[in-house]
């Protein structure tokens, strides 16, 4: 390293990569020369958008500039954070990215397509037959024939251009078609050159993969926390945004369309690809999701008898939907009721749970919690109000799965342990680490079955008395100190409380409530399941054995159940990738019975019941 | 009447009105009172557009408003015209529309619909059993079962108003759709609120009629002359204009487009029918004037092989066109190759010639000629440079068949005879008038079988040597007189020349050489032809006997001859009337050959030989 070249060491997340860079160079300059880390820049570079905060260890407080004066808060400044646009690189430097934003923790499915591969969107090369005076067909004929597609659809715009293309290129061209419409139509052989792009639309989290439909292969992902956030939590309060507010709709779906713009053309730019190679965007997510993004009236959603405008599975052109800076096709999944969204559809496709002789149940534990159970022959689904909870929400130092977020606890000599995303200083609790913690209470003894922490002289078990002494925080209302306010990220104690048991004493009930009643709606027992499948981003995390300690799932399960991630975005890819897996979605309908939940009297005496905890 | 009121004569073409308003009104508003006439007037009235002109009787110059200096020429002033919304109606007057863009003479087609009336786009009451917990389909759902249709596809744009109207209405609404595509939902009952435009889009004049899809009745009909006009004469000028100027193509579309909306506009306005009710507009023209339409490239068609974009029946929504006011679905006819359009397809249909045993000819005379001959088992046709002679282009003195042309000539006492259209001064010789100048000029013995004007003392017939000394222009190069200056619009003679008879023979030629080709191809002789049918604005006003004279059609098919009129607009209507109709078109487009006859020797040797006349 010479004298005109810097290192510096960058962590995002999980991933840490040692960087060279010439000593001039801005550090968005020098973060941009890899594309393994995305740095939000929309100003390119000009300090005037604010967007690329990042960390930098040994940042100098008298060096900051005008434009980060006026974009970074006084706890940002304090904390390190820079705009990496305003920073010379002219020393060596430790940088850390830390944007919930863009940081959400959700596993990428880089891997290939499993399956015969029919792209939802085709690339054909075809040679067509020039013209002659014994050949007069149209441009238009010409093609359908040399496709071999009747009644091809062909949109205005593409008739538009068609002859010059065609002339331009020889007449060797590439039809890019979507069943019995023709897309595009490009000069030679662009056959390797298509991709897809396909969205998990969470209330939470929105996650987009690209998919290389040549290949096969999901070539990048990326996340970000979804912008509706700021206008509502969860989906309730996202409608009552749009009945509330005159423009609350329109407002709502421009949030997530520019999101999904700006993420796909984050994934267009960092992998170089050809803009107009992309040519469709296949989407999941809740039924409310949906018609935020299509911008379709929520209303009938929210209150009884919850009825939506539409879940069936469509195809609009990106101009129907919005201010679109692609040209692509929008698709999605099919949903099955109001509360039980096309999100579940694509994982029931991506379990094939549809497909098997033995039942699965199907746990997808999101903003809401979603459970289908069944086989081959029928499938039975519910929505239950699980809350939040699980996403942190409600829970005193809850938070997402992100960067800094306790993620797994245990005991070692009595003693709580715990990691954090990231590696980094607690600054609260996840998911997977509210299960893990509500489990330690329960079995050691701290906490009873009805979900009470115990008086200190109702505890009998040492390990209890042990745990009491050493996390026990009287000042601090019924609370257990996780981590103490020396070594939290936010310089307060990271607790736990009894309000927080009850959250989740309400949102486990609900879950294994609805278990319950889907098993007595199909008549069948819990040891008739032969699988369990937990997805959703937090079921990528979650430990099974808590859950099962806290009767979140049947212990009996236990040898059974898997992890299946966020099978939301999976099997919005498969569908991209195979034409097959989209059209068996109808069939996923068809074989698909919603339960209501909120009329069923079986469901809510179980619910009352379930609220205990197994008892140790 | 009283002082107040005054009484003002109109004269429209062969429309006369007498009219009765207040003392203070405006002209534009007296006329406005009535929807008989229809009156440019985009300013609505404030004197800045410029397009309500008229010729009024007893104008007094002194009284010219500002405007009226601005937008009338001097010849026009001096002619008597005012602008209407500048004219106060404080005498009687005698008030003339003589607008050529308005006023093309094409009879219009005010019949009802002879058929089984299943109307393109459709309207359905339904009333749609209310959501409840037991019942929770989806707004789209519940739909589509009511309906009946599966796979019904519905825009965006309709799913984003739907919930509301399902809502406002109490779940009794009306459908309106078009095959398996949904193009509305309208609250209550609206299923006698259906109407359609049918257009057929001419070289040379544009036709619109308003129809009552609920009716099955033609309810009106606007016509004007092609705007493109102005940037070229015929199809092949007008395909020139596209490759010269950069926005050409442009250019051309918005003209048509913006004229059909204008047309559509006053139709809708005129018959007072809610802009809403109007769902869709089915075009027939020939294939450049489709390509123009669209805005899809027509160079192809230009020049050999002559490959045109597109030829297949389509539809799109209006906002694919370009910037169309309503909120329709634009249909077309499919069309047979680059030089026989959709407009003859529309013929083909209109005639029923295709489901006929016996063989017809079709001879479509426009800008260019069109012929089809052929029956149930096969249809034969071809598209000849006739040119547009017989709509007075390359005429001395020729114009359309509008105001002021002579369009009968006969010979009385050996002296020449003629009517005009709107039996106004002659202004010049339109198609019908040319045809019959040759015929008396061959039959009279004036001009021999080769065309050409006796000298004087060539002339042997009585009848001759008395037309040419009342008639002949010594001075005037070889030509006759028709009318004389000081009977004319114009000031001039109007006359017809040695060079005009040159043109009709060209143009003759072609289209009796096409019929031969035609008849060739199949096999057949003109005694086997049971039907000939005389299609195209022109055709509805030409004498069967002059044409026979001149060799155009073949005597000896005189009695199996029949003026069909503008089969291209009557086809088009019949396709919106009824889906079968339109569907039938496709088997129209397999049931017809195109015969080239660039590349025709057969033809071309055919064309020399029917250069002359016959003989008397």
Do not use: W
Not at 265 to 273: A, P
Not at 418 to 426: A, L, Q
Not at 530 to 540: D, L, Q, T
């Amino acid at each position: 390293m010479g004298d005109t070249r810097v290192s510096i060491r960058v962590k995002h997340g999980a991933k840490e990569m040692e960087l060279e860079c010439a000593r001039k160079d801005t550090l968005l300059e020098a973060l941009s020369t890899v594309h393994v880390f995305h740095i939000d820049a929309s100003c390119g570079g000009k300090g005037t958008c604010g967007k690329c905060k990042v960390i930098v260890s040994n940042s100098n407080d008298s060096n900051l500039s005008k434009s980060e004066l006026k974009f970074l808060s006084k706890t940002e400044i304090e904390k390190g954070y820079r705009l990496a646009c305003q920073v010379k690189v002219n020393q060596e430097m430790v940088v850390i990215i830390d944007d919930q934003e863009k940081d959400a923790q959700i596993e990428a499915a880089h891997e290939g397509f499993k399956g015969s591969l029919e792209p939802l969107v085709k690339k054909k090369y075809i040679e067509l037959p020039p013209p002659s005076l014994s050949d007069q067909r149209d441009d238009v004929t010409r093609i359908t024939d040399t496709l071999g597609i009747e009644e091809l659809i062909i949109p205005l715009s593409l008739k538009r251009t068609l002859s010059k293309t065609l002339r331009n290129a020889g007449y060797s061209v590439t039809a890019v078609y979507s069943c019995s419409t023709l897309i595009g139509v490009e000069e030679g052989n662009t056959e390797t050159e298509n991709y897809g792009v396909a969205v998990d639309i969470g209330t939470t989290t929105v996650v987009a993969h690209l998919l290389n439909m040549y290949s096969g292969k999901i070539v990048d992902t990326v996340s970000g926390l979804n912008r509706q956030k700021t206008l509502g939590a969860d989906v309730i309060s996202r409608i009552e945004y749009c009945i509330r507010e005159p423009e609350g709709l329109k407002t709502l779906s421009d949030k997530i369309v520019s999101q999904i713009a700006e993420m796909v053309t984050s994934l267009v730019k960092r992998n170089r690809i050809r803009e107009g190679s992309l040519h469709s965007i296949m989407t999941a997510g809740n039924t409310t999701m949906m018609h935020l993004l299509y911008g379709t009236d929520p209303e009938g959603i929210a209150a009884a008898p919850f009825i939506p405008v539409d879940l069936q599975a469509a195809s609009y052109h990106s101009s129907e939907i919005g201010n679109f800076p692609f040209d692509v096709t929008f698709c999605n999944l099919p949903a099955i009721s109001a509360y039980v969204g096309a999100d579940i559809t694509a994982g029931i496709l991506a379990t094939k749970m549809h497909k098997k002789d033995e039942l699965s149940l199907l746990i997808d534990i999101g903003t809401n919690g979603e459970i289908v159970l069944g086989n081959k022959d029928k499938l039975y689904c519910c929505s239950t109000a699980a809350g939040p909870a699980f996403e942190g929400a409600h829970i005193t130092c809850g938070m997402g799965g992100v960067f800094g977020a306790i993620d797994t606890i245990s005991l070692e000599d009595n003693t709580i342990k715990y990691t954090t995303i990231g590696n980094s200083k607690p600054a609260g609790i996840c998911g997977s680490g509210i299960i893990d913690a509500v489990s330690i209470l329960l079995k050691s003894g701290v906490v009873d079955f009805t979900g009470r922490i115990l008086e200190a002289d109702e505890i009998e078990k040492p390990t209890a008395k042990s745990l009491v002494e050493k996390h026990f925080a009287e000042g601090e209302g019924n609370s257990f100190i996780l981590a103490p306010s020396s070594v939290s990220e936010t310089g307060a104690n990271i607790v736990f409380t009894q309000k927080d048991i009850r959250e989740v004493q309400l949102a486990k009930a609900a879950i294994s409530a609805g278990v319950a009643t889907l098993l007595a709606t199909a008549g069948k027992n819990t040891s008739d399941i032969a699988h369990v499948y937990i997805a959703g981003g937090f079921g990528s995390y979650i430990s099974k054995e808590s859950a099962a300690a806290i009767g979140l799932i049947p212990a009996e399960l236990l040898d059974r159940t898997e992890s299946v991630g966020n099978t939301s975005g999976k099997g919005a890819a498969e569908c991209s990738f195979s034409r097959e897996n989209y059209l068996s979605c109808n069939d996923i309908i068809k074989l698909t019975e919603y339960v209501e939940l909120s009329s069923n009297t079986y469901f809510q005496g179980k619910y009352m019941e379930d609220m205990t905890f197994p008892e140790y």
